[in-house]
């Protein structure tokens, strides 16, 4: 069946430090691909998606390239800001069925 | 409407009581999703409309749950002889079907809390 697998957090980085939040998938098909936010006390919004093979999404200096060779869609930011504190979720849709999410990461970024 | 909208946003009910939380999608969604979402957790999958039909209920954990979206729009998830244990936060997400890339867009969610 489809499932959605990231790194378990929580992650805690220094400000102005590279991140990278793993995501693996299986899918049958061709799945869209997404990362979801979550801000303190706030709903899940979308930060980022691709919709096919080595598509990037990108978004508030977040990234992430949809890997079907290694069913990967890794999160990555270059220089992460107090700001950026929340859970992450990787999730795809099947486009046939239910989207799927992983259980979420969370990241800790100290000034 | 312009998002997804969930009523209440807060519920407090006693052990034992019913409650309704109710989600009105995105116009035109055909997809709707109910998850519960504990402290800490990520969301947990409870039941997917395609339509009117529940097109996966497997999430829902026992037979006190039940969902319902008569008329494809608005959907209503009911707990029956709530426990403390149902204490979550219950999100809703629509979305189109068919189109590829589409995502959900969530509600704010209702706190229940059971006290």
């Known amino acids: 069946g489809n499932s959605v697998t990231q790194m378990e957090g929580p992650v805690t980085l220094s400000e102005e430090a590279f991140l990278t939040i793993n995501c693996t998938y299986t899918?049958?098909?061709?799945?869209?691909l997404f990362w979801y936010v979550q801000y303190p006390g706030e709903g899940l919004q979308l930060l980022l998606k691709?919709?096919?093979?080595?598509d990037k999404g990108s978004n508030k200096g977040f990234e992430a390239t949809y890997r079907k060779e290694t069913t990967s869609f890794h999160l990555e930011k270059g220089s992460v800001q107090v700001s950026d504190s929340a859970v992450y979720f990787c999730?795809?849709?099947?486009?046939?069925?239910?989207?799927?999410f992983g259980k979420g990461t969370r990241l800790h970024i100290l000034p | 409407g312009a998002g997804v909208s969930q009523t209440p946003s807060n519920k407090v009910t006693e052990k034992g009581k019913y409650v309704e939380l109710r989600c009105d999608p995105i116009?035109?969604?055909?997809?709707l999703y109910w998850y519960r979402q504990s402290l800490g957790q990520g969301p947990e999958f409870l039941i997917y409309f395609q339509g009117t039909g529940a097109a996966d209920d497997s999430g829902l954990p026992n037979d006190r749950f039940f969902a319902v979206r008569p008329e494809g729009s608005v959907s209503t998830l009911k707990i029956q002889r709530t426990e403390r244990g149902d204490s979550a936060v219950y999100l809703c997400a629509s979305s189109l079907t068919g189109v590829v890339g589409t995502e959900a867009f969530f509600g704010q969610g209702t706190r229940l809390t059971v006290v």
């Open positions: 899918a049958t098909g061709y799945p869209s």
């Open positions: 999730a795809l849709n099947p486009r046939d069925d239910k989207i799927i």
């Open positions: 116009s035109g969604h055909t997809a």
């Open positions: 691709a919709t096919k093979a080595d």
